[in-house]
């Protein structure tokens, strides 16, 4: 009889609904994304670094962005950002641009390199870069949404994690 009381004491706890994995923090549905127009010249480093102060007073995210003009999935993500679509989508969240073909070499000595655009970099408090990024995105209008949302999404919940 005993193993007949072990056997349904593993099925009722084998059946027990387990507990629901909490759920991801909501995002403000009022919390913008911003592009912030990096210095034509100056230390990287040194930018992110007074960025992240300057952000940190108004309760952002930084991320260190490097795009170009001629980049298709840039230009989509730029309209989509200046349209103010991507609000209440990715947090308060302030992006640091830069020109990936002129500021190459001045990101490279603080640490951020990518080897397709758009960039997306976390930096580390003294600026300089973390080595956690995402770069590159697929074409189209479509693109912003279904492919640079949801990587940039986990970038900054991989971030916040450590």
Same mark, same amino acid.
């Given at each position: 009889?005993?193993?007949?009381?072990?056997?349904?004491?593993?099925?009722?706890?084998?059946?027990?609904?387990?507990?629901?994995?909490?759920?991801?923090?909501?995002?403000?549905?009022?919390?913008?994304?911003?592009?912030?127009?990096?210095?034509?010249?100056?230390?990287?480093?040194?930018?992110?670094?007074?960025?992240?102060?300057?952000?940190?007073?108004?309760?952002?995210?930084?991320?260190? @962005?490097?795009?170009?003009?001629?980049?298709?999935?840039?230009?989509?993500?730029?309209?989509?950002?200046?349209?103010?679509?991507?609000?209440?989508?990715?947090?308060?969240?302030?992006?640091?641009?830069?020109?990936?073909?002129?500021?190459?070499?001045?990101?490279?000595?603080?640490? @951020?390199?990518?080897?397709?655009?758009?960039?997306?970099?976390?930096?580390?408090?003294?600026?300089?870069?973390?080595?956690?990024?995402?770069?590159?995105?697929?074409?189209?209008?479509?693109?912003?949404?279904?492919?640079?949302?949801?990587?940039?999404?986990?970038?900054?919940?991989?971030?916040?994690?450590?």
């Amino acid at each position: 009889m005993r193993p007949f009381v072990a056997a349904v004491l593993l099925l009722v706890a084998c059946t027990r609904p387990q507990a629901a994995a909490p759920p991801a923090p909501a995002i403000d549905p009022n919390a913008t994304v911003r592009f912030v127009t990096a210095p034509v010249d100056g230390v990287v480093s040194t930018i992110m670094a007074a960025q992240l102060e300057r952000s940190k007073a108004e309760h952002r995210r930084v991320l260190l @962005y490097a795009g170009a003009s001629w980049c298709e999935p840039c230009r989509f993500f730029h309209e989509a950002v200046d349209r103010g679509e991507l609000t209440g989508k990715l947090g308060a969240l302030d992006l640091v641009a830069f020109d990936a073909q002129v500021d190459a070499e001045r990101m490279l000595l603080s640490g @951020y390199e990518s080897q397709f655009i758009p960039l997306f970099a976390v930096p580390n408090p003294d600026g300089k870069a973390s080595g956690r990024h995402i770069e590159g995105a697929s074409k189209g209008a479509a693109a912003v949404n279904d492919d640079l949302v949801p990587r940039l999404r986990q970038l900054l919940a991989d971030a916040k994690a450590n």
